[in-house]
């Protein structure tokens, strides 16, 4: 029960994205991938979820090989899979209700009823009871965040994947959304990783901080290993020093 | 300049015009393959069907309407004298199945529907709700693309029938009241040249300009890029190329089936 990234590669074009992507998340672990906006943290994430295809290399999820798996064998392993979106993603025609309802219909054996009782449970996690026939639009960016993060865990997925979780939120939201983000993985004991460049987020909520520059996993480490890196892409980023990052990255031949 | 640089341009735009072919085609073929998965898309097609199809007919009854008052109008503006005033009737009739009854409503729906296809799916791509019915196991083409389609099919038919019905009852009223015509020399006109294949004709171009009109309008919908200004472009041409497929069709029925 872990996701393994195996040298990934990925081109949009001329653009190449991902220049070799290694990574391990191990099973009931929180890693969180950090690296600057543009740095491919998003693709990578869509790797895992079989959303986009590598050029070359490969993903392992739960054993199993996802850019190889037929679209049958695909859909099977999603269900493990909650995906948490930037923007939420919610369906704005449907309520709140109804998009939770969306994943449990996929779900063998779930009875009307089971899918009301999943979707309750599922918001009262996430602290938005009483919410069931609000629509997207009648919501902050907190509740729609919180909201997404209630659809990911409705069909109580092994795998949680988190895209920019708490980008545009403010202080107190930021922290209520990295305390679900804890109790997801207390409570579910689910396997995450997150994509963040907020750092103070990242040493709350993870096991393992993994950064992404220029294509690449340049470091992995506990929280604390990254807080004291000698590393100065790392060191550059945490501190938000953009001239060391650069002096960094040539020393270590990063560069693009 | 290099003297191959022309070349070069030539070159990189007829593969880049084969590449849009390619993905066109597989797109095509994907809800093709994804008319299977009758489980996602069975539920949808009703739902559908009243929003592509009932919530139409009020512009086509419009459009109909008046281009059936028209039509009896600018014919017997154009007969004056020469020709019996009973062909009013035959005019109105044919031109209204054959032609304007599927092509008028054609583009306007191609306004209505294939514009409301492309911005709700340009919308749902560019907000990565395509991406999020994909992470719950759902085949989006299955779930957004086939109930539109089949739906455009199944329901052009129906409107352009009204429509015909109604431009043609517009352009007997308008006969009898205005021209000094009688019912039955309305009719007998109706009836002169008439063949149970017109209607035919006019609900096979009807389904053909429904299937391009959803086709399209899900195809650039599908393959929005960027954010409010891939969905402003993905809609423009979801209209223009769907409003040119029209015509293009329209003369290839013309060339097939009336020749």
């Given amino acids: 029960m872990s996701i393994e990234l195996i040298d990934i590669h990925k081109a949009f074009g001329p653009k190449r994205i991902l220049r070799g992507v290694s990574l391990t998340v191990d099973e009931g672990e929180t890693v969180s991938l950090v690296g600057f906006s ?22 392992v999820v739960d054993g199993l090989d996802v850019p190889t798996l037929s679209r049958k064998d695909l859909y099977v392993l999603r269900l493990q899979m909650g995906y948490v979106f ?50 997207p639009a009648e919501l902050s960016g907190g509740q729609r965040k919180r909201a997404g993060l209630a659809r990911a865990i409705a069909y109580r997925p092994k795998y949680l994947l988190y895209d920019e979780p708490t980008s545009g939120l403010d202080p107190v939201t930021t922290t209520v959304i990295d305390r679900l983000i804890m109790r997801m ?18 040493y709350k909520i993870s096991d393992r901080i993994a950064m992404l520059y220029e294509g690449r996993v340049v470091e992995v480490g506990t929280p604390a290993d990254i807080q004291a890196s000698g590393s100065k892409v790392v060191r550059g980023f945490v501190e938000g020093k953009p001239e060391m990052v650069e002096e960094g990255a040539e020393e270590q031949g990063l560069s693009a | 300049m290099h003297w191959t640089r022309p070349f070069d341009s030539i070159g990189s735009g007829v593969l880049s015009a084969f590449g849009a072919l390619g993905v066109f085609f597989g797109f095509a ?7 299977a998965d009758v489980g996602t898309w069975g539920p949808l097609l009703v739902l559908h069907m009243r929003r592509i199809g009932v919530d139409s007919i009020p512009i086509a009854l419009f459009l109909s309407t008046f281009t059936g008052i028209v039509l009896a109008l600018q014919a017997s503006y154009t007969f004056t004298g020469a020709i019996p005033l009973y062909f009013v009737g035959t005019l109105v009739g044919k031109t209204m ?28 791509r560019v907000s990565e709700q395509i991406d999020a019915l994909e992470t719950m196991a759902y085949n989006p083409v299955a779930y957004l693309v086939v109930p539109r389609i089949l739906a455009a099919i199944l329901m052009f038919p129906i409107i352009v029938a009204f429509g015909n019905t109604l431009g043609i009852t517009a352009g007997w009223i308008t006969s009898i009241n205005v021209l000094d015509m009688s019912t039955e020399q309305f009719v007998h006109g109706l009836q002169l040249f008439y063949k149970p294949f017109d209607i035919t004709y006019s609900m096979i171009k ?50 097939t089936l009336l020749q």
């Avoid at chain 1, 993985?185 to 990242?202: F, N, P, R, Y």
């Fill in chain 1, 38 to 59: 543009g740095a491919g943290k998003s693709v990578t994430l869509k790797h895992i979820a079989g959303l986009l295809k590598p050029d070359r290399g490969t993903v």
């Fill in chain 2, 206 to 255: 009807a389904t053909s300009f429904g299937f391009v009109i959803a086709l399209i309008g899900c195809f650039q919908g599908f393959h929005t890029q960027g954010g409010a200004e891939g969905v402003g472009v993905a809609t423009t041409r979801a209209v223009v190329i769907s409003g040119m497929l029209i015509l293009v069709l329209d003369a290839f029925w013309a060339f």
């Fill in chain 2, 29 to 35: 073929a994907e809800s093709v393959r994804s008319l």
């Fill in chain 1, 86 to 135: 930037q923007f939420a993603a919610l369906f704005d025609s449907m309520t709140i209700a109804e998009n939770l309802a969306m994943g449990l219909r996929k779900l063998e054996g779930m009875s009307e009823h089971d899918i009301r009782d999943r979707i309750k449970e599922s918001l009262d996690r996430v602290e938005l009871e009483g919410f069931e026939n609000r629509y």
């Fill in chain 1, 185 to 202: 993985k207390e409570d579910l004991g689910v396997t995450s990783l997150v994509i963040t460049h907020d750092m103070g987020s990242a």
């Fill in chain 2, 97 to 124: 199945i054959l032609e304007l009854g599927p092509v008028l409503t054609g583009l306007a729906l191609s306004g209505r529907v294939g514009a409301n296809i492309a911005a709700e799916l340009g919308t749902m």
